[in-house]
């Protein structure tokens, strides 16, 4: 059974920094580009960061740009998600995405989230 499992979140002071980090399982994690992605209260989810396959193409939303750090070791089926100088706005849950998409097909897979809260 495919599965996403995340840690690392928690409570922190604004200005603080936090490291997440997705373990992937019954999956062949290495040839899934993988995204985090978060969800405030009373909000949309929306992408924050994402690599590809290789680890060698990342991407990552404005808000997130300067702060944030996605990387992955695939010898672990990990990805991580490195967050520095955090704000309030960026208390949400936080989900790991595992997405291949191969001859139109798309397989993917949610994690059940970890729940950043950033007091001011």
């Known amino acids: 059974q495919p599965q996403l499992a995340e840690h690392g979140g928690g409570e922190v002071h604004a200005g603080g920094s936090l490291r997440l980090s997705c373990i992937g399982d019954?999956?062949?994690?290495?040839?899934?580009?993988m995204q985090w992605h978060r969800q405030a209260p009373g909000k949309e989810r929306e992408m924050v960061a994402a690599i590809n396959n290789g680890g060698s193409d990342v991407t990552y939303a404005d808000s997130a740009k300067g702060r944030f750090t996605i990387f992955r070791d695939n010898e672990q089926n990990t990805v991580y998600l490195h967050m520095n100088n955090l704000k309030p706005e960026d208390t949400a849950m936080y989900y790991c995405y595992a997405v291949k998409i191969a001859q139109g097909v798309r397989s993917d897979y949610w994690g059940e989230g970890t729940m950043v809260t950033v007091a001011s």
């Open positions: 019954g999956f062949p994690f290495r040839i899934y580009a």
